[in-house]
């Protein structure tokens, strides 16, 4: 039987989803919990890994068992073995060709920014932070720039795994509410640090120090060097991957609801 979850995190304690040789993951909390649950390994394939201090509100994850256990039971007895600042908000049986990161039509994340003189305090690591006003005018002309099929080279990280520089970025759609920004973005897919990277440009261009039309010469350029600095973690969210309706799988939780910014 092959099951699909849906994972809600906090990612401030954790050196992101995968697994790694050095710090905390959340991939590994997962298992840890799945094989108490089962008694059995684990090994779960994520829709998209997220570095570092990135939250999740909606990362899919599949994996094959030869347990028959009811869906509610996938979500109440992983949720009474994982640490507090992680949940399995749903899980759902899928056919055997389902691959939570193969089958998704796009992945979706979202960035809060706090625009205020004063840094964040009771939402310290939720959020990200500027204190020069920023202009959505300005903003929106760059983004409408980066929509489309793009080298985005020169917003990716050094360490990037991903085979070609080469995504279509479907959207950006920019909103505030009171002093907080929201920034979601939509792709086929994204390079490492792609969006810390464009949030430090569109930043840039928001309180003026650069152009609009920047941004076009910072794509162009296919140089890391071009761009602005990677921007904080912090306000990142990974708000889960687009599937075809024919697997039944829900596009967002209740999550989504309480995120700063609509």
């Not at 390994?41 to 009811?70: K, N, S, W, Y």
């Amino acid at each position: 039987m092959r099951l699909a979850l849906g994972i809600s995190y906090n990612g401030l304690a954790y050196q992101g989803w995968q697994s790694q040789a050095t710090g905390l993951t959340v991939q590994d909390r997962l298992e840890t919990a799945l094989r108490q649950f089962t008694t059995q390994r684990i090994t779960t394939l994520c829709a998209g890994r997220t570095d570092a201090g990135v939250h999740g509100l909606m990362q899919v994850i599949h994996f094959d068992t030869l347990l028959e256990r009811p869906e509610s039971a996938w979500v109440r007895g992983p949720n009474a073995l994982l640490p507090h600042d992680i949940a399995v908000q749903w899980a759902k049986v899928v056919p055997a060709g389902f691959h939570c990161r193969a089958s998704a039509r796009s992945r979706r994340y979202a960035y809060v920014l706090l625009d205020s003189p004063v840094r964040p305090s009771i939402d310290t690591g939720r959020v990200g932070w500027v204190y020069q006003p920023l202009a959505l005018d300005r903003m929106q002309q760059a983004a409408e720039q980066l929509i489309g099929e793009h080298d985005f080279s020169s917003f990716r990280a050094s360490a990037c795994q991903a085979l070609s520089p080469v995504k279509h970025l479907m959207q950006i759609n920019i909103s505030r509410r009171g002093a907080y920004w929201r920034f979601e973005f939509e792709a086929n897919a994204f390079l490492h640090h792609m969006i810390r990277n464009l949030m430090g440009c569109l930043i840039m261009v928001g309180d003026g120090r650069r152009h609009p039309d920047w941004v076009n010469e910072v794509l162009a350029a296919r140089d890391r060097d071009a761009a602005a600095p990677t921007f904080s973690p912090h306000g990142l969210y990974f708000l889960g991957p687009r599937y075809d309706p024919v697997w039944g799988l829900p596009e967002q939780t209740v999550l989504f609801d309480g995120l700063p910014g609509a």
